[in-house]
């Protein structure tokens, strides 16, 4: 959309457009451009350390609405580039995650499971982003469940490998009837409800670097009782999501808990102290900012719980400061 003058927006659409051509050309699942905000950053500070992988690029054709902008562009992806691209992009606080059902020989996602919605919620409390891959339709649920059936983890890693998160969540729920409203239980009795055992065999998957390893594994199961078997299954189910919810919580925070990048960040045309305080104040009120140390004036230690774009973006878009020059590692920004 048009929001400040055409070529901005046309600037905008052509960056889109890229994203576009990478998301085809490597198959990424989630889209770069739903992540990114600030695309001007992405263009002139990532895309100039990472040298050649969209090149050739051709306006083909160009649509003005009024309101909005609609570019076609021609151009050539390097893929082994474009990865490292996507690499620097990837979130340390985005997780993925998605759970099958198996019941009665059949296999599908359901969105309103309780196991997702519990795990989902509680992710969502303590501040990670998270994407719902059973909106996907490039996920095989029958692939899913044969690497899990078979222990051949490698499909279960290239659904990680494919995204911009930095953990995958996933598995399979199956249920067990162990006895049936009406069924004779012993001595004469019959039962008067159905009893069914849920059980998740789940993996957390997460990227180091450029492989991706196995952080826990492991089933969890519950019982549940109810007049009819559906009922029966879905109070397991319930019982099933507190029980898994807090095992993988307690597995991703074990995890999280030391890892954190440091960054220096240079803070240019700065002179006093107090000055020095308010923008201290600032950046600790910046989302997942561990830690501000002051260096001197002008000059900070922040410790960082994201990808270190991340914090580059923030400081442009939250705080309205120029971002002059970009690493890992180091950060320097004008204010404006």
Do not use: H
Request: hydrophobic share 40%; aromatic share 10%; charged share 25%.
């Amino acid at each position: 959309m048009i929001t400040k003058d055409y070529l901005s927006a046309k600037s905008e659409a052509i960056m889109r457009a890229k994203w576009d051509a990478i998301e085809k050309a490597l198959g990424t699942d989630i889209q770069v451009k739903d992540i990114v905000e600030n695309f001007k950053l992405l263009d002139e500070v990532i895309l100039k350390d990472i040298k050649g992988f969209i090149k050739d690029m051709k306006i083909v054709k160009e649509e003005n609405f009024g309101n909005f902008i609609r570019v076609y562009i021609k151009t050539c992806v390097y893929p082994k580039k474009a990865e490292e691209t996507l690499a620097l992009l990837t979130r340390e606080t985005a997780i993925s995650i998605l759970f099958l059902i198996e019941d009665k020989g059949q296999i599908y996602i359901d969105k309103s499971n309780p196991l997702i919605i519990s795990l989902t919620k509680e992710l969502l409390n303590q501040g990670f982003q998270i994407y719902d891959l059973s909106k996907s339709r490039k996920i095989s649920p029958k692939n899913i469940k044969s690497s899990i059936d078979s222990r051949n983890l490698s499909y279960l890693e290239y659904i990680l490998k494919k995204s911009l998160s930095k953990a995958l969540v996933i598995g399979k729920v199956n249920f067990i009837t162990l006895s049936k409203a009406g069924q004779n239980i012993g001595y004469g009795i019959k039962s008067s409800l159905y009893f069914i055992r849920a059980y998740a065999n789940y993996y957390i998957f997460i990227k180091n670097k450029e492989y991706v390893k196995i952080l826990a594994s492991g089933i969890v199961s519950s019982k549940g009782f109810g007049f009819t078997e559906e009922a029966a299954k879905q109070k397991a189910l319930l019982r099933l999501s507190e029980l898994l919810t807090n095992e993988i919580m307690r597995n991703l925070n074990k995890y999280t808990l030391f890892k954190y990048n440091v960054i220096t960040l240079i803070v240019e045309d700065v002179y006093s102290v107090s000055e020095n305080f308010k923008i201290k104040e600032k950046l600790q009120k910046l989302p997942w900012v561990k830690s501000v140390v002051d260096l001197g004036i002008g000059k900070f230690k922040v410790e960082y719980l994201e990808n270190p774009i991340y914090l580059a973006n923030a400081l442009e878009n939250n705080l309205n400061y120029k971002v002059k020059e970009f690493s890992p590692t180091k950060i320097v920004i004008e204010v404006n």
